[in-house]
């Protein structure tokens, strides 16, 4: 199932909330930073035990890492990297759809039966909300079909990006 909402992710009672990270994974601006404001300092200090892939990377982008949730209502916090937009010919949406397969098979490996998302990509990093959406949407919906009675919630933050999903899914909230 698919629902939308506006509203602040980390408020939401959902088995994982999904955290629009950046390869160190040690918090930033936007839907990072309230994460991990809401979540508390035991979040930094969980994110601090992920081993570096590389100098400076403990999650590389289009993959995931899980941690506790701690403060936040969500057990877990699926930090996930997406693309900065760079036109389109780069990767980008290829790295942004395994942001999503990536962030919902970890979910369901560690027995979630709800995730809810950000827009992932499109605020700093400058991803075209439209574009976001579409993939957003053929992922979570390819996973769905796999998974009776999985919730998936795609939290927006603007009016604007919640008529976006609501258009693209035939759902809102």
Not at 11 to 29: F, I, K, Q
Request: glycine share 14%; charged share 20%.
């Amino acid at each position: 199932m698919i629902r939308i909402v506006r509203g602040d992710i980390t408020t939401l009672d959902a088995d994982a909330v999904v955290n629009a990270a950046n390869e160190r994974m040690l918090g930033g601006g936007g839907v990072d930073g309230a994460i991990h404001a809401a979540a508390g300092p035991g979040l930094y200090e969980a994110c601090l035990a992920v081993p570096e892939v590389r100098p400076g990377v403990r999650c590389p982008t289009g993959e995931a890492r899980i941690t506790p949730g701690f403060a936040l209502p969500a057990k877990f916090v699926v930090h996930t990297v997406g693309p900065v937009w760079r036109g389109g010919d780069r990767g980008e949406p290829g790295q942004l759809a395994s942001c999503y397969r990536s962030s919902l098979a970890l979910a369901a490996e560690n027995g979630c039966r709800s995730v809810a998302f950000p827009c992932i990509s499109t605020g700093v990093y400058g991803y075209p909300a439209e574009e976001a959406a579409r993939i957003a949407v053929r992922e979570v919906r390819a996973f769905l079909e796999t998974r009776p009675g999985f919730e998936v919630v795609f939290c927006c933050f603007s009016e604007r990006d919640k008529r976006i999903y609501e258009g693209l899914t035939g759902t809102g909230d």
